[in-house]
């Protein structure tokens, strides 16, 4: 079964009079176990592609399914329990609660789930142990650095155990050495518990971290290219790139 089935979806907004079309009769699959990277611009419709498969967000038209299930015109609680139950997310910035410990932050979404308190305290130390910060559980996240705060959010992210992460750009905040630690723990994931990953970034150090690789411009699929084939995208990217860009 695929983890993620999008059939000519599209997005439009509309502000005022005007429309912006964020997504263009996109389609995709993405496989159970996958680690699939979205790459494109800003603006390409990284994000709303995301929220879709996350089911924050309506297409305009099309078929959304996750796991067999048709979320396409689900109600808000019904949404709200696919969340709940299969999905985790990941943003680029981290959205931590200041004024909880990082072990109090990790257990917030067990709370949503009714888990009795003593249960939800193991299962966020064994989250934050999954990232290597079972030794900072006490601490606050202004206590942190950038990278230990986005390992926080994925610990948070995991420790309902979804068969699916939605993360969006979520090293863009990083410095190098924190943005591999963050990619290494979500291979290890992916590889070690079977999480089915989807990444959006516009970053192609990323990309050899990756099963497949879609490229996204302007709202279209351009390409879904293979593992043996990102090698060849990534030297096409940087040959587009100049010194320091980042366009996708
Ligand atoms: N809520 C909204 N209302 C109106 N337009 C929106 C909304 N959200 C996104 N858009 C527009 O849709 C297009 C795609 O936006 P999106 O945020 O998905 O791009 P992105 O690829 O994630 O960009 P970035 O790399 O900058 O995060 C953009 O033109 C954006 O302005
Ligand atoms: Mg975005």
Wanted: with cysteine.
């Amino acid at each position: 079964m695929s983890a993620v089935l999008l059939e000519h979806v599209w997005k439009i907004y509309k502000l005022g009079e005007t429309e912006v079309v964020a997504l263009s009769d996109v389609s995709l699959c993405i496989e159970d176990r996958e680690f699939h990277c979205i790459i494109g611009p800003s603006g390409s419709g990284k994000s709303t592609l995301l929220s879709i498969m996350g089911g924050m967000e309506k297409p305009t038209r099309g078929r959304v399914v996750i796991y067999g299930i048709d979320i396409t015109n689900m109600s808000e609680t019904q949404l709200a329990k696919i969340r709940r139950d299969l999905i985790g997310f990941v943003f680029q910035h981290f959205y931590l609660i200041p004024r909880l410990t990082v072990v109090e932050n990790v257990e917030l979404p067990l709370i949503a789930k009714g888990v009795p308190a003593k249960e939800r305290r193991r299962l966020a130390l064994e989250a934050l142990e999954a990232v290597g910060l079972g030794h900072k559980a006490y601490m606050r996240p202004t206590q942190l650095s950038g990278g230990e705060m986005q390992r926080v959010a994925i610990a948070r992210a995991i420790v309902t155990r979804p068969k699916l992460l939605l993360a969006d750009e979520p090293t863009g905040n990083l410095d190098v050495e924190s943005a591999k630690k963050v990619m290494d723990i979500f291979t290890r994931l992916n590889r070690d518990y079977g999480i089915t990953i989807v990444l959006a970034t516009h970053n192609i150090e990323l990309l050899p971290y990756c099963d497949r690789v879609t490229r996204i411009r302007s709202g279209r699929i351009v390409r879904t290219y293979q593992k043996d084939e990102i090698d060849l995208l990534v030297k096409e990217l940087s040959s587009v790139i100049s010194p320091g860009s980042t366009r996708t």
